[in-house]
Protein backbone atom coordinates (compact mmCIF):
# COMPACT_ATOMS: atom_id res chain seq x y z
CA UNK A 1 0.00 0.00 0.00
CA UNK A 2 1.11 3.54 -0.66
CA UNK A 3 2.23 6.01 1.75
CA UNK A 4 -1.05 8.26 2.73
CA UNK A 5 0.70 11.16 1.37
CA UNK A 6 1.57 10.03 -1.94
CA UNK A 7 -2.53 8.79 -2.07
CA UNK A 8 -3.84 11.92 -1.18
CA UNK A 9 -1.71 14.04 -3.87
CA UNK A 10 -3.20 11.47 -6.49
CA UNK A 11 -6.37 12.19 -5.24
CA UNK A 12 -5.88 15.99 -5.46
CA UNK A 13 -4.49 15.50 -8.66
CA UNK A 14 -6.87 13.17 -10.28
CA UNK A 15 -10.02 15.36 -8.92
CA UNK A 16 -8.35 18.85 -10.18
CA UNK A 17 -7.83 17.42 -13.53
CA UNK A 18 -11.35 16.52 -13.85
CA UNK A 19 -12.13 19.94 -12.23
CA UNK A 20 -10.92 21.99 -14.60
CA UNK A 21 -11.83 19.78 -17.40
CA UNK A 22 -15.15 19.98 -16.04
CA UNK A 23 -14.71 24.11 -16.64
CA UNK A 24 -12.97 24.57 -19.74
CA UNK A 25 -15.49 22.54 -21.67
CA UNK A 26 -18.55 24.58 -19.47
CA UNK A 27 -20.95 26.22 -22.44
CA UNK A 28 -19.62 29.63 -23.33
CA UNK A 29 -22.90 31.02 -23.07
CA UNK A 30 -24.51 28.81 -20.45
CA UNK A 31 -28.08 28.94 -19.71
CA UNK A 32 -29.82 29.97 -16.47
CA UNK A 33 -30.55 25.76 -15.71
CA UNK A 34 -26.60 25.29 -16.94
CA UNK A 35 -25.28 27.73 -14.50
CA UNK A 36 -27.22 25.89 -11.54
CA UNK A 37 -26.09 22.75 -12.33
CA UNK A 38 -22.42 23.96 -12.38
CA UNK A 39 -22.66 25.53 -9.04
CA UNK A 40 -24.47 22.74 -7.22
CA UNK A 41 -21.63 20.39 -8.46
CA UNK A 42 -18.97 22.82 -7.36
CA UNK A 43 -20.46 22.81 -4.24
CA UNK A 44 -21.60 18.83 -3.99
CA UNK A 45 -17.81 18.08 -5.32
CA UNK A 46 -16.74 20.47 -2.06
CA UNK A 47 -19.12 18.15 0.29
CA UNK A 48 -18.40 14.55 -0.84
CA UNK A 49 -14.14 15.20 -1.57
CA UNK A 50 -13.16 12.31 0.62
CA UNK A 51 -10.77 14.06 2.42
CA UNK A 52 -12.01 15.77 5.50
CA UNK A 53 -9.78 18.47 5.91
CA UNK A 54 -9.11 19.37 2.08
CA UNK A 55 -13.58 19.30 1.70
CA UNK A 56 -13.75 21.42 5.13
CA UNK A 57 -11.26 23.71 3.83
CA UNK A 58 -12.21 24.43 0.53
CA UNK A 59 -16.48 24.72 1.12
CA UNK A 60 -15.00 27.71 3.32
CA UNK A 61 -12.96 28.90 0.65
CA UNK A 62 -16.02 28.46 -1.57
CA UNK A 63 -17.97 30.67 0.76
CA UNK A 64 -15.08 33.29 0.09
CA UNK A 65 -15.12 32.89 -3.42
CA UNK A 66 -18.13 31.21 -4.80
CA UNK A 67 -18.26 29.75 -8.02
CA UNK A 68 -18.74 32.13 -11.23
CA UNK A 69 -20.70 30.81 -13.22
CA UNK A 70 -21.08 33.45 -16.01
CA UNK A 71 -19.36 31.80 -19.10
CA UNK A 72 -16.95 29.37 -19.85
CA UNK A 73 -14.06 32.11 -19.63
CA UNK A 74 -15.37 32.81 -16.26
CA UNK A 75 -15.88 29.57 -14.42
CA UNK A 76 -12.60 27.88 -15.99
CA UNK A 77 -10.63 31.28 -14.48
CA UNK A 78 -12.34 30.72 -11.06
CA UNK A 79 -10.79 27.46 -11.04
CA UNK A 80 -8.11 28.04 -11.38
CA UNK A 81 -7.76 30.84 -9.10
CA UNK A 82 -9.51 29.03 -6.60
CA UNK A 83 -6.98 26.24 -7.24
CA UNK A 84 -3.93 28.85 -6.84
CA UNK A 85 -5.54 29.71 -3.18
CA UNK A 86 -5.40 26.10 -2.51
CA UNK A 87 -1.56 26.29 -3.19
CA UNK A 88 -0.61 29.13 -1.99
CA UNK A 89 -1.75 27.02 1.50
CA UNK A 90 0.34 23.90 0.52
CA UNK A 91 3.44 26.30 -0.47
CA UNK A 92 3.44 25.23 -4.26
CA UNK A 93 3.60 27.47 -6.82
CA UNK A 94 1.29 29.73 -8.03
CA UNK A 95 -0.47 28.41 -11.80
CA UNK A 96 -0.28 30.87 -14.41
CA UNK A 97 -4.05 31.26 -15.62
CA UNK A 98 -3.83 33.28 -19.11
CA UNK A 99 -4.14 29.50 -20.72
CA UNK A 100 -5.82 28.36 -18.92
CA UNK A 101 -8.43 26.69 -21.17
CA UNK A 102 -5.83 25.53 -24.00
CA UNK A 103 -4.04 23.73 -20.83
CA UNK A 104 -7.69 21.51 -20.08
CA UNK A 105 -8.60 19.75 -23.41
CA UNK A 106 -11.00 17.10 -22.95
CA UNK A 107 -10.24 15.30 -26.28
CA UNK A 108 -13.80 15.33 -27.08
CA UNK A 109 -13.96 17.77 -30.00
CA UNK A 110 -17.61 18.66 -30.75
CA UNK A 111 -19.15 16.93 -28.68
CA UNK A 112 -20.00 19.75 -26.37
CA UNK A 113 -22.56 20.93 -28.75
CA UNK A 114 -24.59 17.59 -27.70
CA UNK A 115 -24.23 18.31 -23.93
CA UNK A 116 -27.23 18.46 -22.47
CA UNK A 117 -27.26 19.58 -18.82
P1 LIG B 1 -2.07 19.62 -7.96
O1 LIG B 1 -2.33 20.80 -7.08
O2 LIG B 1 -2.81 18.37 -7.70
O3 LIG B 1 -2.32 20.07 -9.46
C1 LIG B 1 -2.29 19.12 -10.52
C2 LIG B 1 -1.76 19.79 -11.76
O4 LIG B 1 -2.65 20.84 -12.12
C3 LIG B 1 -0.43 20.49 -11.56
O5 LIG B 1 0.64 19.61 -11.77
C4 LIG B 1 -0.48 21.59 -12.58
O6 LIG B 1 -0.14 21.09 -13.87
C5 LIG B 1 -1.94 21.96 -12.61
N1 LIG B 1 -2.27 23.12 -11.77
C6 LIG B 1 -1.67 23.58 -10.66
N2 LIG B 1 -2.27 24.67 -10.21
C7 LIG B 1 -3.30 24.92 -11.05
C8 LIG B 1 -4.28 25.94 -11.11
N3 LIG B 1 -4.34 26.92 -10.22
N4 LIG B 1 -5.19 25.89 -12.13
C9 LIG B 1 -5.13 24.90 -13.05
N5 LIG B 1 -4.21 23.93 -13.05
C10 LIG B 1 -3.30 23.93 -12.05
N6 LIG B 1 -4.10 18.63 -0.01
C11 LIG B 1 -3.73 18.87 1.27
O7 LIG B 1 -2.70 18.36 1.70
N7 LIG B 1 -4.49 19.69 2.07
C12 LIG B 1 -5.64 20.26 1.65
O8 LIG B 1 -6.31 20.98 2.38
C13 LIG B 1 -6.07 20.01 0.31
N8 LIG B 1 -7.23 20.51 -0.16
C14 LIG B 1 -7.67 20.16 -1.40
C15 LIG B 1 -8.91 20.59 -1.85
C16 LIG B 1 -9.40 20.20 -3.07
C17 LIG B 1 -10.76 20.64 -3.53
C18 LIG B 1 -8.62 19.37 -3.92
C19 LIG B 1 -9.15 18.93 -5.26
C20 LIG B 1 -7.38 18.94 -3.48
C21 LIG B 1 -6.89 19.32 -2.24
N9 LIG B 1 -5.64 18.88 -1.77
C22 LIG B 1 -5.24 19.16 -0.49
C23 LIG B 1 -4.71 18.19 -2.68
C24 LIG B 1 -3.71 19.19 -3.26
O9 LIG B 1 -4.38 20.34 -3.78
C25 LIG B 1 -2.92 18.59 -4.44
O10 LIG B 1 -3.81 18.02 -5.37
C26 LIG B 1 -1.91 17.54 -4.02
O11 LIG B 1 -1.08 18.06 -3.03
C27 LIG B 1 -1.05 17.12 -5.24
O12 LIG B 1 -0.37 18.26 -5.70
P2 LIG B 1 0.37 18.37 -7.09
O13 LIG B 1 1.63 19.09 -6.84
O14 LIG B 1 0.43 17.05 -7.75
O15 LIG B 1 -0.51 19.36 -7.98
Not at 78 to 86: A, E, R, S
Not at 102 to 117: A, I, L, S
Given at each position: ??????????????????????????????????????????????????????????????????????SRKT?AI???????????????????????L????????????????
Open positions: KMANETLKAQLGNSAWHLLHTVLARFPEEPSASEKSTLKQFVHLFAQVYPCGDCARHFQKLLKKYPPQVGAWGCHIHNKVNERLNKDEYDCTKIEDYDCGCGDDEKKTDF
